[in-house]
């Protein structure tokens, strides 16, 4: 073959080779693109069945430590180390493997599992539990749970052993705001959470120490009697203890300014008062127990919540002067 033929060969033949080169390098890149889309869609699948993720989580958070202090309330969380306790005993989340649960008188399978994805009838995602103060007894756990799917939060205010009760919470703010976080929906600012629960409760008007001397004398030492020895003799020192917005249940709080006063010694329930400054000289008195049980406010608190928002109003009166001295240095804040 001469050098000529030779020459118009390779000629021919390198734009074939540089075509092919040219065809498959798109081909790879089409194929690696095609694995990425794959990828994320595949990455995209995972997390949208995932009912409960990290950043639902910190939402949730944030609501509870926003909207807590506007009940008076302070909640702890279960990060998921040391378990958290309850003031009656139980503690979370070991009590759903060690206790039966129960919801509208029948057994339920619940149990915690972080991301919402388990084969519990209610799959817990977020635990919080507020322990009420000593005066008032109980607590309030929530179980922020998923339930076919469905986000529900539970209450817990079981006080006794057993078997533990719940039920859905009948505080529309909670249910809502957990709804509206699992669904993947802002629950709105802080600020308007926090205005939102406030604008439900009546405001009242705040109380000085001579509007509890006041009430006190009218509410407790005036109908028994007493003049100023009897207040020597019988009261070491009054306790005044601010309730207001305090939760009783999920539903059901006091109002805003609204206080006890308690006796020391403490002989009877005649020797306290729960009520709300409505006025000028006037309040409105909060005729229940104060050392009820959480059955007993379970069973009545459709009439709390008459007294708490219809209770009577009193004038509040001025005693004789010494009598009210006495009751004015025996008060404690």
């Not at 957990?178 to 669904?183: E, K, L, Q």
């Not at 509890?212 to 020192?237: C, F, H, M, Q, R």
Request: proline letters at 5%; a neutral charge; one cysteine or more.
């Amino acid at each position: 073959m001469s050098l000529g033929t030779l020459a118009a060969c390779q000629n021919k033949t390198r734009p074939v080779v540089e075509e092919k080169t040219s065809v498959s390098t798109p081909a790879s890149s089409s194929s690696s693109a095609s694995s990425s889309v794959s990828s994320q869609s595949s990455s995209e699948e995972k997390k949208s069945t995932t009912p409960w993720d990290s950043n639902k989580d910190q939402q949730l958070e944030a609501f509870i430590n926003s909207w807590a202090p506007t009940m008076n309330q302070s909640y702890q969380k279960y990060t998921g180390g040391a378990p958290l306790h309850t003031i009656v005993g139980t503690d979370y989340p070991d009590v759903f493997k060690t206790m039966p649960f129960e919801m509208n008188g029948q057994r339920i399978s619940i149990g915690y599992t972080p991301t919402g994805k388990g084969n519990y009838d209610y799959n817990v995602v977020a635990i919080y539990n507020y322990n009420k103060r000593a005066m008032a007894g109980g607590h309030i756990t929530y179980l922020f749970a998923f339930h076919n799917g469905q986000p529900v939060a539970l209450v817990d205010q079981t006080t006794e052993g057993g078997v533990t009760v719940v039920k859905p919470t009948a505080n529309q703010q909670v249910a809502s705001s957990f709804a509206s976080i699992a669904g993947g929906s802002s629950t709105g600012s802080t600020s308007s959470n926090q205005e939102a629960s406030k604008s439900s409760q009546s405001e009242g008007t705040a109380v000085t120490k001579e509007d509890l001397a006041k009430a006190y004398w009218t509410l407790i030492a005036k109908p028994k009697g007493w003049d100023v020895e009897s207040v020597i003799n019988a009261v070491a020192s009054i306790h005044v203890t601010n309730v207001s917005n305090m939760q009783l249940e999920p539903d059901l709080s006091y109002q805003n300014n609204t206080y006890i006063l308690s006796s020391n010694p403490m002989k009877d329930t005649t020797y306290s008062a729960i009520f709300q400054k409505v006025g000028p000289n006037q309040v409105r008195v909060i005729n229940i127990p104060i050392g009820r049980t959480q059955a007993w406010l379970d069973e009545n608190k459709e009439s709390v919540r008459n007294q708490i928002n219809n209770g009577r109003i009193v004038n509040l009166e001025q005693g004789e002067y010494y009598v009210m001295r006495e009751i004015r240095n025996k008060i404690t804040q």
